[in-house]
């Protein structure tokens, strides 16, 4: 099964991947992770993107589209999150293209629907284990022993640098202008099911879960 996780910065995605990860072993494709981890290892691709991240743009659909395939064709599960992609109408092309080739296909796609209001809260609040990556949230997710990661016992945390009030503006005017038209895309093709992602995070998850089921999800 693949799915797809869509939604604006902030609304949960990544959270939701990590659970749907850790219960039901999932491969999960994040793009925005795929792009940190080209700048903190500052290949020529990392420094080229680093100002379009810091900006709150959007990566070209090419560099974005290449990055994401090598990585589905490298992986040999059978359950497939990609949160973060598409983000464009020409990715979500490109997208279709490249699963078709390899006879494979969307099969469900999660609009993360959330007041736009809420995010600069959850955004703002938001830090991450440096060593696994693991996310927490200063009034959300704390580590259940401050300062130790719930996850790998590492002491170190870190913020990302475009989780501030400037660059979410940026992120979010992207996200309207460029993403929020995929809802339609999704809608005209059925399969767009819509997740209220403002309550608690289990919740969500609860629901998540049972639209996989809905949709013949297997284990
Ligand atoms: P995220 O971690 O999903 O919030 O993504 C962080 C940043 O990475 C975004 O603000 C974009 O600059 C870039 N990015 C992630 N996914 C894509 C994508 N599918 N297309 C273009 N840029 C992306």
Known sequence: MIIVLFGPPGSGKGSQAQLLVSKYNFFNISTGDLLREQMSLKTHLGEQIKNVLEEGALVSDDIISTLCFEKILNND????????FPRTLGQAVKINQFLAKNNLKI????????DLVKLEQRIVGRFSCSK???VYH?????PHKKGVCDICGN??????????LDVLK???????RETYTLKEYYEGQNILTT??????????????????NQAGFKK
């Open 107 to 114: 099969d469900l796609v999660l609009y993360f629907d959330v």
């Open 155 to 164: 002491l170190t945390f870190i913020k990302r640098s475009d989780d501030n």
């Open 77 to 84: 599960k059978r359950n497939l999150i990609l949160d973060g």
């Open 195 to 212: 997740i209220d992602a403002s309550c608690d995070m289990n919740l969500v998850n609860e629901n998540i879960i049972n639209c996989l």
């Open 132 to 134: 696994c990556g693991e």
């Open 138 to 142: 200063d009034s959300f997710k704390t």
């Open 170 to 176: 940026n992120r979010i005017s992207t996200y309207l």
